[in-house]
């Protein structure tokens, strides 16, 4: 790393322990993973990462975290909109409260969670009577990975909304459009990389997310199982190589879903500075 | 100060110029209002309500009982610790980070910031199970920590590498972009009035970006306090030793001991929710700092 | 104390910022770097100041090789072009920061700072704003705080990079009569960078004229103002009218007008520059042996004490600038549609450089 002359001091400091820190921490650690799998034969991987158990969770992990993602990409952009575009009693603490998901530790969450969805809770007892089971189902997964993604579009959309010029709008509006019109040719394009990005990382998050989904899933093999849970359960086994295995694959899918939202928020910034 | 602000009267003018033009008729705009907010409680209310509701629901004296019990005690003791190690060793490796990365130009920049965000990328568990890779029994250093009688897997070490490692690039996060748009000329003014780079460190980098540290400091402490899945990973689960706050929470639960997990987790909602004002505070100054600009002519 | 600058180079990337640059500035002396953006005149300042290092070259001070000398010791005070105020500091604290952050043993005792800042507000004129924060000032006030900062080390050499070019209009004039002043008072060696021609004509004891990383002129502001040497510095400082020409048998042509030029054989037939200040266009009702072409009068701005005209010439298209004096002007009794001849003086030729 070659770095242009500059002035101020502390560079080759400041560099260094950067990179010893991440080193130590994150990048060594991480390779850890990579290397106990090596030991294992692409046969053997294989046959861990595919086994009809762990395939079930991947389907799980990946549909509830779509469902839930997707569900948060609509009430996110319409929560940004309502917050930015409206003004009504309370709106002040509503936007703070955006970010529980965030500062609310999972466990406690998924307690929560599980005690207002099972039979006798505030809402499972609504929906009990109507054969809709949530705690303890698949639909529970979704319920807590909407949840813990829940500020991420909303977080994302907001400041673009904000920024948006009401002249173009009132551009529109004096060319004729009407409003669904403005919105869709107008104001949607200019947040739709916005809702991407957020989307993405409310997805990204939910496919790793642990804590808030094991106490309301129900846990059975092969329906209401998650990915990292399969992770546990070899560890507790002692079956290492079949938990790194699995970790692998997912650290894999992160490492591609970083790289996306980096390239999102790239193209995002970008396009903003352009506008400017 | 005259008694209206050019900022007051461009937000005023930005109100009135919100015309019919460009708003929703009143009954598009009071039913997605509403649509908002019955998700917002039905996804962020109901759950936090439900946790002080069933935290005393078989009364305060057992709630004040579960909180009171040895083992809650060490929970919270436990949870302190990782987080009052976490918390400095992420905040000084964030001041580093933003340093080189917001006052230098160098190659490769931007995958070390890519690198930075990898822990958020990351699921818990395994960031837990790269822990156990190395320190566990059949780790790398497995064998040669046993030998020396160390134990960082089951033990508190492990639980605060594990929070470190998710905790990490909080602080980073906040400060880098904070630092790239403040540039570099006040640091070079300092530098040429002769300050050295402590003194600039200290009296002119810091103090301007003390929000923003502060932000990160704060989101850093609520991760570390919450962690879950990672710290589950390396904890090993032993009552009075090794269990955090949520973990503890998770035993109780299991225990069908719903009353003093809820009391338990009812503190970290508490947490939670003084962690959410201190946010909003954190945003409101820094927010404010910029307009108090020309009172005087 | 003096600064000589020994060729100098510097480059970023592909760009070549600074070639060989050569300049030396006597103790006590307020030179400008004058130039366009992008001419190289902030990195030349930046270099001075030791907050950029040159690719090749030497800097002295007081003929002491002062190239590889660190910032803090070169005892340079050096005023930013936004300032950069230090934003959570008063204006006081930012005064006193360059005494504060001494080494305890050269320290000033906090009675000395207090007496010292004090000094330095009253000198700018500011001491009523000492509790305020930078935000708090005007653009002028930051300014002037951003000086009294740089002054409170005592400086050997002051640098200022674009010192007025934040600032509007009004507050810019004054600003620049006083800094003029202050100088005068103080007589520390100073360099200001500016891309304004006007500011460095009414400021600076000496002009030194960049474009393009290279420096085209060093000379007081009646030099290179009278007498540009290159086709950059004529048209940079001040209007300027262009005449292109042929070089015929060793003489260019404004119209009739033949022009000696210093030509060798091979400028035969090369392109030939010739530049005029509007104020060197004179006009003749009728036409005489001195006169170039005949033009028409298409446009009169007569405000103020001098009379600008625009003519458009008769055997081509170009438009030409004239300046009258109002007696002068009232004397020939023009008005839109004249018609009149020509009659250029101090002409300066340049034979096919690309201006």
Known sequence: MAQKKNVLPGFNLSLGYTILYLSLIVLIPLSAAFIRASSLSLDEFWHIVTAPRVMASYRLTFGASLIGALINAFFGLLTAWVLVRYSFPGKKIIDAFVDLPFALPTAVAGIALTAIYSQNGWIGSFLEPHGIKVAFTPLGVVIALTFIGLPFVVRTVQPVLEDLETETEEAAASLGAGRLTTFSRIIFPSIWPALITGFALSFARAIGEYGSVIFIAGNMPMVSEITPLIIITKLEQYDYAGATAVAVVMLLISFFLLLLINGLQWFTNRRNQEFR | MANTSPSQMTLYRAKVARNRATSEPAWIKYSLISLALLFLSLFLFVPLVAVFTEALRKGLDTYVTALSDPDAFSAIKLTLVAALISVPLNLVFGIAASWAIAKFEFKGKNILITLIDLPFAVSPVVAGLIYVLIFGLQGWFGSWLSDHNIKVIFAIPGIVLATVFVTFPFVARELIPLMQAQGKEEEEAGLVLGASGWQILWRITLPNVKWGLLYGVILTNARAMGEFGAVSVVSGHIRGMTNTMPLHVEILYNEYNYAAAFAVASLLAFLALVTLALKSFVEWQSARVPTQIEDIS | ?355
């Open chain 3, 1 to 355: 104390m003096s600064i000589e600058i020994r060729n100098i180079q510097k480059s970023f990337g592909n760009f070549q910022a600074l070639s060989n640059i050569n300049l030396d500035v006597p103790t006590g002396e307020l030179v400008a770097l004058l130039g366009p953006s992008g001419c190289g005149k902030t990195s030349l300042l930046r270099i001075i100041a030791g907050l950029e290092s040159p690719d090749v070259g030497t800097i002295l001070f007081h003929g002491d090789d002062a190239t590889h000398r660190d910032v803090r010791e070169r005892q340079v005070g050096f005023v930013f072009q936004h300032y950069a105020l230090f934003r959570h500091m008063t204006v006081f604290e930012n005064v006193a920061f360059g005494l504060r952050v001494r080494p305890k043993s050269t320290r000033p005792t906090e009675g000395e700072i207090h007496r010292r800042v004090r000094e330095l507000l009253d000198l700018v004129q500011l001491d009523w704003l000492s509790d305020r924060y930078p935000p708090q000032l005007s653009g002028g006030q930051r300014q002037r705080i951003a000086l009294a900062r740089a002054l409170a080390v005592e400086p050997k050499v002051l640098l200022l990079d674009e010192p007025f070019g934040a600032l509007d209009a009004k507050v810019r004039k004054d600003l620049r009569r006083w800094l003029r002043r202050l100088h005068d008072e103080l007589h520390i060696t100073s360099v200001f960078v500016t891309h304004d021609q006007e500011e460095a004509l009414e400021v600076a004891d000496r002009i030194v004229v960049m474009n393009h990383g290279k420096i085209e002129q060093i000379g007081t502001p009646q030099e290179v103002y009278d007498h540009p040497s290159t086709p950059f510095v004529y048209q940079f400082l001040g209007n300027v009218n262009l005449f292109h020409s042929r070089v015929e048998s060793g003489k260019a042509f404004i119209g009739n007008l033949p022009l000696e030029v210093d030509a060798k054989d091979e400028s035969n037939n090369s392109t030939a520059f010739a530049y005029v200040r509007p104020h060197d266009i004179d006009i003749q009702k009728e036409s005489n042996i001195q006169s170039a072409f005949e033009a028409k009068v298409i446009y009169i701005h007569s405000l103020g004490p001098l009379v600008r005209l625009e003519l458009q010439r008769e055997d081509q298209s170009d438009i030409i600038e004239s300046e009258l004096t109002r007696e002068r002007f009232l004397q020939l009794d023009l008005s839109i549609g004249s018609k009149v001849y020509v009659q250029p003086k101090n002409i300066r030729v340049f034979l096919n450089e690309t201006a």
